[in-house]
């Protein structure tokens, strides 16, 4: 074989070596996925309550930590590559936050003016507690005595119509929720549950419900606070204890299994209505 052959045999083989190089160099790169955050639930957190806020997008991956301005949620769970949720402490001050996502290689997303703590009913009511500036009342001229006329009588005011029992609150949170448990009984290996969808129907302060993985739930409803025990559909019990947001939409709080497991619940309404 001559010199020239044994060249341009070196030669293609050095060219396909750098091809197979640069292919997975690229390959590598393609699988760096740069995270995206489409939506934060809920966007609003009353002061001094927390949540467990749902981070909806894609590019996720474990190991990544959810930021509110320039506070790490350590609490972070990766649920697949389109979920992560984080624990907000009540410690967090009234503002309107930045939310990103932050990945172990460096990689970032961002959503501006995501999340508001506190808000703009919080602030009228402190506006409307103010109190106004009295005024001197104006003296009433003196007359002279005239005849007094028969005063006219005041009609009784109508008494207002008595609340009947057995008909629904004001505040009604019939409907079918959306519901994700995660377990907290080991921070280092967090577990997300997804119970699916979640129909619950109310009857005045009582509510029942049932759902995917969920056969029965009975419980009693104070004020926007639902505390009811709940019977899975492999036949485990226990009980939640969900505070929905004052629009009824969403709600956050609390889950026991029996007496060896809690964690964290968070709801979205999905459809209003049974």
């Not at 997008?57 to 959810?66: A, M, N």
């Amino acid at each position: 074989m001559s010199r020239e052959s044994d060249v341009s045999r070196s030669r293609q083989v050095h060219g396909a070596a750098t091809l197979v190089c640069l292919a997975v160099l690229l390959g590598a790169c393609a699988s760096a996925t740069t995270p995206r955050i489409d939506s934060i639930s809920p966007e609003q957190v009353p002061i001094g309550t927390g949540a467990l806020l749902l981070v909806n997008g894609s590019g996720f991956e474990r190991g990544d930590t959810v930021w509110v301005g320039n506070v790490a949620l350590t609490s972070t769970v990766w649920v697949n590559s389109n979920l992560l949720t984080a624990t907000l402490g009540g410690d967090i001050p009234a503002d309107t936050y930045d939310v990103a996502v932050r990945t172990s290689a460096g990689r970032r997303a961002d959503k501006a003016r995501a999340l508001m703590v506190g808000g703009a009913a919080g602030n009228a009511a402190r506006q409307t507690s103010t109190p106004s500036a009295s005024r001197t009342p104006t003296p009433t001229p003196t007359r002279s005595p005239t005849a007094t006329a028969s005063p006219t009588p005041t009609p009784s005011p109508t008494p207002a119509a008595p609340t009947l029992p057995g008909l629904p609150a004001a505040f009604d949170i019939s409907g079918h929720w959306s519901v994700i448990d995660t377990v907290q009984d080991n921070p280092r290996q967090p577990l997300g549950i997804f119970l699916g969808d979640v129909t619950l129907v109310q009857a005045g302060d009582q509510v029942t419900g049932s759902g995917e993985h969920l056969s029965s739930l009975e419980g009693t409803l104070s004020g926007n606070t639902l505390i009811a025990n709940y019977v899975g559909a492999d036949g485990t019990s226990g009980q939640f204890v969900w505070t929905f947001a004052p629009d009824d939409k969403s709600f956050s709080g609390s889950f026991t299994v029996g007496s060896s497991s809690h964690g964290l619940s968070h709801g979205t309404l999905t459809q209003r209505g049974p």
